[in-house]
């Protein structure tokens, strides 16, 4: 069993600054693949940024020279640094991994940006 937990997420104000947090934990020491999703209300889920194993960085359109992705393969965490938020990042944030062909999600957390 795969359990990814999503923290960090809360209420900040436009132009601030949120840090999500990943763990990861069960069967799996090294994914493929980890990041970060979102979903808005009545919006699809969109990408934000992945990072491979080997340190290959993607990201979304919305987000480029805000957000940075990193990761901590020995914790098996992966990390989503935000910066000059504003009301449209307001969504909720998913951590994926991806293990060959399977796909693992979190619960998600909440990122509200309101002043």
């Known amino acids: 069993q795969v359990q990814l937990v999503e923290s960090g997420g809360g209420l900040v104000q436009p132009g601030g600054s949120l840090r999500l947090s990943c763990s990861a934990s069960?069967?799996?020491?090294?994914?493929?693949?980890m990041g970060w999703y979102r979903q808005a209300p009545g919006k699809q889920r969109e990408l934000i940024a992945t990072i491979t194993s080997g340190g290959t960085i993607k990201y979304g359109n919305s987000v480029k020279g805000r957000f940075t992705i990193s990761r901590d393969a020995a914790k098996n965490m992966v990390y989503l640094q935000m910066s000059a938020l504003a009301p449209a990042d307001t969504a909720v944030y998913y951590c994926?991994?991806?293990?060959?062909?399977?796909?693992?999600w979190g619960q998600g957390t909440q990122v509200t940006v309101s002043s």
């Open positions: 069960g069967s799996i020491s090294s994914f493929n693949t």
């Open positions: 994926n991994a991806v293990w060959i062909f399977t796909v693992y």
